[in-house]
């Protein structure tokens, strides 16, 4: 098993929130029915993520659990690169923080929406998220939930997609 994954997250004029994300196992400490064998991988189209955040621990833990699940993941810690790149680049899932300095995640979900319209959008914060955000996306997952829900969640919105 690796390390603990600890980060923090604070926005101006709010108080930092501290996060606490298990490790990841490495995958070769993964049961043999969890791991996603080489051969499926060449024979499948992989899965397109974008995560957007502007904490990079939270992105490297993301990257890392969707990549050992088989998943090809770019991150983004700029909303507005983050939107360019959601525009240019069709990506099969995008998940955003609710609480970022150049643009908040309701923002970014409703202009993400906007240039494309099917594409799931999934907001993972550590924050409350308004009613009204919530009907803009796909899902929310909470941060605190992350280790057992976001994974079936993508899963769930790639197959539907």
């Not at 606490?20 to 969890?34: F, I, N, S």
């Not at 907001?123 to 919530?134: A, F, L």
């Not at 992350?146 to 997609?161: F, S, V």
Request: glycine fraction near 4%; aromatic fraction near 6%.
């Amino acid at each position: 098993m690796g390390k603990e994954v600890r980060g923090s997250s604070e926005m101006e004029g709010s108080p930092a929130r501290l996060i606490y994300l298990p490790a990841l196992p490495k995958m070769q400490d993964w049961p043999v029915v969890a791991r996603f064998p080489m051969g499926e991988i060449c024979r499948e189209a992989k899965k397109m993520l974008l995560c957007i955040d502007d904490s990079p621990v939270i992105l490297e833990y993301e990257k890392r659990m969707f990549e050992q699940s088989g998943y090809v993941v770019v991150t983004e810690e700029s909303a507005r690169r983050g939107l360019q790149l959601a525009t240019m680049y069709s990506f099969d899932a995008v998940l955003l923080d609710y609480s970022m300095p150049e643009m908040n995640g309701h923002d970014l979900a409703f202009e993400i929406r906007r240039l494309r319209p099917d594409t799931p959008v999934v907001m993972v914060s550590g924050s409350e998220i308004p009613d009204e955000t919530r009907r803009l996306v796909d899902a929310v997952v909470p941060k605190e939930e992350a280790n057992r829900e976001l994974l079936p969640t993508i899963a769930r919105l790639c197959d539907r997609a």
